[in-house]
């Protein structure tokens, strides 16, 4: 009986809710292991990455958002984003997910130009002279000597963070309406949600 009364009386404590942050990536290690960063039992905030397997494409990492979605609800302070790499991909391929961001208050698009590794280069400079996906690898090794499309999380720091953010801002100025169309990346924009 006394189990039972234990049982019945238990605390009924207030569960704090965590925002969470729906993030669709092209890439299946890099991008989960840098949003990885930003989980932490401490934090008021989530970050789900939805990656595949072999399907990278932005209209592929659309249909992976859009099917989440529709088995998963949003509360209203979540957010879901959908994070590309300009690489090969047309125009109008990129127009779909920008329509896409458009029809919700809490939908978001972030490409980076060439790839997703230009914003991790700007976590240790501004980037300059940057002018192909190749030349984005090969400077980021000066600073991740071994890398390979998996980041070491111990040598991104919260203050490389702020200075990659600020970097990315100097770039988008004028701030684009759409994606960078020279070389940069608006995931700021998403971290800055994140950290907000």
């Not at 939908?107 to 060439?114: D, T, V």
């Not at 990315?168 to 684009?176: I, M, S």
Request: hydrophobic share 30%; with cysteine; proline share 5%.
């Amino acid at each position: 009986m006394s189990a039972r009364r234990r049982e019945l009386k238990r605390p009924l404590g207030e569960r704090r809710y965590k925002k969470l942050f729906i993030i669709a990536t092209e890439g299946v290690k890099t991008e989960p292991r840098y949003f990885a960063l930003f989980n932490d039992r401490k934090s008021i905030i989530k970050v789900k990455c939805l990656k595949g397997k072999s399907e990278s494409s932005p209209p592929q990492v659309l249909r992976r958002m859009t099917k989440y979605l529709r088995q998963e609800s949003l509360m209203k302070s979540d957010e879901a984003w959908l994070v590309v790499d300009k690489d090969q991909w047309t125009d109008e391929q990129l127009e779909r997910l920008l329509r896409w961001e458009q029809g919700s208050d809490n939908y978001g698009f972030a490409l980076s130009n060439p790839k997703f590794e230009y914003w991790l280069l700007l976590h240790f400079e501004d980037g300059e002279g940057i002018s192909s996906s190749r030349a984005c690898s090969e400077r980021l090794k000066r600073y991740l000597p071994n890398y390979d499309k998996d980041i070491d999380s111990g040598k991104i720091i919260q203050g490389m963070i702020a200075k990659a953010i600020q970097r990315a801002k100097q770039r988008d100025n004028p701030p684009c309406t759409d994606w960078p169309r020279g070389i940069g990346s608006t995931v700021y924009r998403l971290v800055e949600r994140i950290l907000s």
